[in-house]
């Protein structure tokens, strides 16, 4: 980090152009290479039940070819510089990840923008990129971690946009063709509210002004910004489900409800509370308990993903298929522990000394800085919020805890799903 400071609002400099479009760069030039990360406000969130899987396949097809440089043109072009550009879609945003030596920073702004902006989608492209998603969604269908995964959001998400996979399914992927991929591109791809971070050894204001030489004229009357996305409440009761793959040795169980936006005003103490739970040390207590102490799992942890929407806090294990029910227990048990007893003040102090103390370590790169300045923008959390991070967790309470784990959990009101034998 420059100076060894954390970025902040003095250090990273925001410019919003005319057609809406956000620019954000940070300068470091302890090294000369550059990074990019670039985002459009488009995703699953456009798509529905029977054309799942548009937006990502979109997404990864834009380097196929544009209007201006063939496939092949575009990876010899980054092959012969040593340069990265990738291309992924999720449920609210699509975007691009270049890197590469900061001399090479003009081709990296080049090639993206022709990419985002002229995709031409040629077919027999499209065809490869069909089969190779086809592939991945085959292999899905043998590994019970991921299917555990699709089933419990299919469950708990039921009749919500989050119900459905960003992957697609076979039968929907099949049946996309190239004219599909152009018109959602038309329909979702522009300038409004997308964002570019900008991080390595280039002036902030020559950052600034090539982004704007290459993509301040762009426009698009037809685009369609989706912003918002409804609330999900929790299940009504215990739902459960299995998805049989009895050619397996090991069952994964996911177990959870709808979690808190990242806008949410306690979104810290919940995150914290989850450090306790299911990451700090050996995975926290659930890992503790269900894989150390009772040896029940290969992995015990839980997560809280905190995004543009409801997002959900999920318990995950992988277990041998007989030490399901007691590991669900044994779970749950862990759960109702955090809710109705303080956590102990070295629990605590613990984990926000792991929390603040990892912050350093995601800023150590390039791609780590883009990374966090980029959700800096898409969450609206403010420029100077790295630097007031440590404080704030540093504030957090035991009664914080305690109240976040009543708040955001149940033990009753949530979904598992469990795939295996």
Wanted: charged share 20%; hydrophobic share 40%.
């Amino acid at each position: 980090m420059t100076n060894g400071r954390y970025p902040n609002s003095q250090t990273i400099t925001r410019h919003t152009l005319a057609n809406g479009l956000t620019i954000l760069a940070y300068e470091n030039f302890a090294s000369p290479s550059v990074v990019m990360e670039g985002l459009v406000r488009v995703g699953a969130l456009a798509e529905n039940r029977e054309t799942a899987g548009l937006a990502n396949f979109t997404a990864v097809s834009l380097m196929r070819g544009t209007q201006n440089r063939t496939f092949d043109q575009i990876y010899e072009a980054l092959e012969s510089a040593g340069a990265d550009l990738s291309f992924s879609g999720a449920f609210h945003t699509s975007g691009f990840s270049a890197q590469g030596l900061v001399e090479d920073f003009g081709l990296l702004l080049d090639m993206a923008a022709d990419v985002w902006r002229t995709p031409t989608f040629p077919p027999e492209e499209i065809v490869k990129v069909q089969g190779q998603l086809l592939t991945g969604l085959h292999m899905r269908t043998n590994d019970t971690g991921r299917m555990a995964n699709l089933a419990f959001h299919e469950l708990v998400y039921e009749g919500h946009p989050y119900g459905h996979s960003a992957s697609g399914y076979p039968e929907t992927v099949s049946r996309l063709t190239p004219a599909d991929l152009a018109a959602f591109h038309a329909q979702h791809y522009g300038p409004q509210g997308a964002i570019i971070v900008v991080v390595g050894a280039v002036k902030a204001e020559e950052a600034i002004a090539r982004v704007t030489a290459v993509l301040g004229d762009w426009r698009n009357e037809r685009q369609q910004v989706i912003t918002g996305i409804p609330d999900m409440p929790r299940p009504d009761f215990h739902l459960r489900i299995h998805v049989n793959m009895p050619d397996k040795h090991q069952a994964d169980i996911r177990l959870g409800l709808p979690g808190p936006r990242r806008a949410a005003p306690d979104y810290l103490e919940a995150s914290l509370m989850n450090t306790i739970l299911g990451v700090f040390g050996m995975m926290g207590r659930i890992g503790l308990r269900v894989r150390e102490e009772e040896g029940l799992a290969y992995y015990a942890y839980s997560q809280l993903q905190g995004g543009l929407g409801p997002s959900p806090w999920i318990a995950a294990a992988g277990v041998a298929p007989e030490a399901v029910e007691q590991a669900i227990v044994s779970i749950l048990e862990e759960v109702a522990r955090i809710q109705n007893e303080p956590v102990s003040a070295e629990e605590l102090a613990d984990s926000q000394a792991y929390r603040i103390g990892s912050m350093p370590m995601a800023l150590e790169t390039n791609s780590g800085l883009a990374d966090i300045i980029g959700d800096l923008e898409l969450y609206e959390l403010g420029l100077d919020y790295l630097a007031e991070y440590p404080a704030r967790i540093q504030a957090i309470t035991l009664a914080d805890i305690q109240a976040a784990a009543q708040k955001y959990l149940s033990t009753e009101q949530l979904g598992t799903a469990v795939a295996g034998p």
